[in-house]
């Protein structure tokens, strides 16, 4: 993570949150509506893992912590997703995608995204005008912040093109 390509790129920022397998596994059972300890254990997570994942993840701002108590019981704490937890959705929803096509399984899709609870839905890449782009016509380029810091390693100052100029 300490080169600029890692530091200032967004996908590897992403991952020191969703690196884990647990945290996107996490993600997906609060989607399907789980909030509490004893229902995220389902999934098979050893409860230490659980515990630290979960702290993981609310100190990362995707879970928020609320109380709760059922009468005659004592006070605890559920697990509900946050705006950015939410925003998980997307990527979840690509990881399931890729794996639907390249890692099948006979008895078909363990989860399908729908709107409205019926009408099955799926990603795709959009223009700024709002037409899709096919997959095979979009490709990655650095961004500013990536030239920015080389410039900055290098003690210069990018300029509006991305070249850079000794300061």
């Known amino acids: 993570m ?3 390509a890692n530091q200032h790129c967004s996908i590897a ?3 020191s949150v969703l690196g884990q397998k647990w945290n996107l596994l996490l993600l997906r059972e609060a989607f399907l509506g789980r909030t509490r ?3 995220f254990q389902r999934i098979g997570i050893p409860n230490a893992t659980l515990g630290q994942r979960l702290n993981d993840l609310v100190c990362a701002g995707l879970l928020e912590r609320v109380t709760y108590q059922q009468e005659g019981e004592r006070s605890r704490e559920e697990y509900v997703l946050t705006d950015a937890g939410r925003d998980v ?3 979840l929803a690509a990881l399931s995608a890729w794996g639907d096509r390249h890692r099948p399984q006979e008895t078909g899709q363990g989860v399908v995204y729908t709107a ?3 009408r099955p839905v799926r990603l795709e890449f959009r223009g700024p005008d709002g037409e899709p782009v096919d997959q095979d016509a979009v490709s ?3 961004g500013p912040a990536y ?3 080389l410039a900055a390693a290098a003690g210069r100052s ?3 093109d991305g070249a850079h100029s000794v300061s």
Do not use: Q
Request: aromatic share 8%.
């Open 89 to 91: 959705l997307p990527i």
């Open 158 to 160: 990018p300029d509006r």
């Open 37 to 39: 300890f004893a229902e």
């Open 2 to 4: 300490s080169l600029p």
């Open 140 to 142: 990655i380029i650095r």
């Open 13 to 15: 920022r992403t991952l």
């Open 147 to 149: 030239y920015a810091a």
């Open 116 to 118: 409205d609870g019926e």
